[in-house]
């Protein structure tokens, strides 16, 4: 299970050491990093982000006001030198709340604590049938083998189903889509597309097919295709031993 994360911090010194620290942990995955938290919001919107370690005392914004504007935050790690924010993290619902200089022990304690809470959503994940959506201002259940492909459509997505020619519309984006998805049976292959694993019926690097269509593969997501391609081989090969 990789933890995919994203780094805020003003002073580049301690962004790149963090990074550094970072780098020994398998499980960490690091997607970007950022030395103000002005333009992450949007980054937020199209990015699957499981967990932000973010600084609290920068110029542009606190930390702790940024985690407060946003409508649905990743796990959130603050790193700062300052203990005086301490209690105001935690109301936030912070995993953890680490003071600078930040040594490997607490750093592994902290990530622990994420693995953990990680694995029981995807337990929890896994286990659904369904996903329930607003559409048309009604809750409506939509069961995951019905669904084809969704499209992301900036604040809004819509959901293709399988015997449905018009698409289900919900306001959401696709990193919401995607914490509600299995990655077992989804896979995210643009900025605007999700697709049903099942439904696969042929791909290329740039291009991938559909029974109903054929969906762009964006270029940082070349990468999901070749696992889950490593996955289905390896599941091919099982079957025919």
Do not use: W
């Amino acid at each position: 299970m990789k933890i995919k994360c994203i780094l805020i911090d003003d002073e580049p010194f301690a962004l790149n050491l963090l990074e550094d620290d970072l780098l020994s942990f398998d499980q960490i995955e690091i997607l970007q990093k950022f030395h103000s938290p002005v333009d992450v919001a949007e980054y937020l919107k199209n990015q699957a982000v499981d967990l932000i370690f973010l600084d609290i005392q920068m110029p542009e914004q606190l930390g702790t006001q940024f985690v407060r504007n946003l409508e649905d935050p990743p796990l959130i790690i603050f790193t700062t030198a300052y203990h005086q924010y301490a209690v105001e993290g935690f109301e936030l619902n912070a995993i953890d709340y680490l003071l600078k200089p930040i040594s490997k022990e607490r750093l592994t304690v902290a990530i622990r604590k994420v693995e953990d809470i990680m694995t029981l959503r995807n337990k929890q994940v896994v286990e659904k049938e369904h996903i329930v959506v607003h559409v048309e201002y009604k809750k409506t259940k939509i069961y995951l083998n019905e669904i084809s492909y969704i499209e992301g459509l900036k604040d809004y997505v819509k959901i293709y189903l399988v015997d449905r020619q018009t698409p289900l519309l919900t306001r959401s984006n696709l990193r919401g889509m995607e914490k509600l998805l299995p990655a077992s049976d989804f896979l995210r292959i643009h900025n605007s597309f999700i697709v049903n694993k099942a439904r696969i019926e042929h791909c290329t690097v740039a291009k991938l097919t559909l029974p109903e269509i054929a969906l762009p593969i964006g270029k940082k997501y070349v990468k999901n295709m070749a696992q889950f391609h490593m996955k289905a081989a390896s599941n091919q090969d099982n079957i025919i031993r």
